[in-house]
T-cell receptor, first 110, second 117 residues
Framework: QSALTQPPSASGSPGQSVTISCTGT?????????VSWYQQHPGKAPKFMIY???KRPSGVPDRFSGSKSGNTASLTVSGLQAEDEADYYC??????????FGGGTRLTVL | QELLVESGGGVVQPGGSLRLSCAAS????????MHWVRQAPGKGLEWVAF????????WYADSVKGRFSVSRDNSKTTVYLQMNSLRAEDTAIYYC?????WGFGHWGQGTLVAVSS
């Protein structure tokens, strides 16, 4: 199963907004609404940030939002804060009893 | 408070076997599907295996199919990953994860498996 495509890096200044893309195919991102996003700080386990494209688990700030258009999903972080600096991964159910992840995007807060 | 605690990782020779355990607490374990996800050193995340809440379905990534086996004991609120015929490329941190709406909802802290001679 091929990985979803994410940009290796993204950056923004405090207070700004940044959007991270996640491109798949009609078998995964384009074919299901089971798209989710994860935040991972160095040496820590990933944290569930967005599920079913747009939903936020309890406790996740509303600065984090998700969307999808066709085969591309996006994570937007608004009002960037220093603690948002981390690696971000997207994932999608890919049908045929499989899940697939993106390669990850390192977000730098300048 | 939901808690997942993995154990059983370590160093193993190529071709060897290892059994990982994940003890769950803080939620109704027998109502939730569970996953194993791994992360090779310095690399991204890779889904490994899924088990339905009642063990009726078990699904595997192609990279581990035929070598790994997932199981659970709801009476012990524990999920397992039996790993056989281990290869160098199986070296990774293995995370136990609670499913939420077909996403990876809550993660354990992970256990490191190193396959090396």
């Amino acid at each position: 199963q091929s990985a979803l495509t994410q940009p290796p890096s993204a950056s923004g200044s405090p207070g700004q907004s940044v959007t991270i893309s996640c491109t798949g195919t009609t078998r995964d991102v384009g074919g299901h609404n089971h798209v989710s996003w994860y935040q991972q700080h160095p040496g820590k386990a990933p944290k569930f940030m967005i599920y079913e494209v747009t939903k936020r688990p309890s406790g996740v700030p509303d600065r984090f939002s998700g969307s999808k258009s066709g085969n591309t999903a996006s994570l937007t972080v608004s009002g960037l804060q220093a603690e948002d600096e981390a690696d971000y991964y997207c994932s999608s159910y890919a049908g045929s009893n499989n899940w697939v992840f993106g390669g990850g995007t390192r977000l730098t807060v300048l | 408070q939901e808690l997942l605690v993995e154990s059983g990782g370590g160093v193993v020779q190529p071709g060897g076997s290892l059994r990982l355990s994940c003890a769950a607490s803080g939620f109704i374990f027998n109502s939730y599907n569970m996953h194993w996800v791994r992360q090779a050193p310095g690399k991204g995340l890779e889904w490994v295996a899924f088990i339905r809440y009642d063990s009726s379905d078990k699904w595997y990534a192609d990279s581990v199919k035929g070598r790994f086996s997932v199981s659970r004991d709801n009476s012990k609120t524990t999920v397992y990953l039996q790993m056989n015929s281990l290869r160098a490329e199986d070296t990774a941190i293995y995370y136990c994860v609670k499913d939420q709406d077909w996403g990876f909802g809550h993660w354990g802290q992970g256990t490191l498996v190193a396959v090396s001679s």
